[in-house]
């Protein structure tokens, strides 16, 4: 069975944990950051958030050596 290849675009993305999940950047913290308050942009937008469960079938599909 030949080699499979990773999509390059989602091997930036996603990491994974050492239990196996899936990790990914927030959304919203890439511009327009004048108006978005201290705490928005330093708690809830900095953290890594866990890729859903629905979504993780896909991302695995993409990453077949992750």
Partial sequence: MPKL???RAAAK????TG????????AFKNHILEHKSS???????SNLALV????EE???LMLPYL
Avoid: P, S
Wanted: glycine share 4%; charged share 60%.
């Fill in 19 to 26: 239990t196996g999940k899936i990790r990914r950047r927030k």
């Fill in 39 to 45: 705490e928005q942009k330093r708690r809830r937008l």
């Fill in 58 to 60: 896909n991302v695995r």
């Fill in 13 to 16: 993305r996603f990491r994974a």
């Fill in 52 to 55: 859903h469960e629905r979504d």
């Fill in 5 to 7: 290849k990773t999509k």
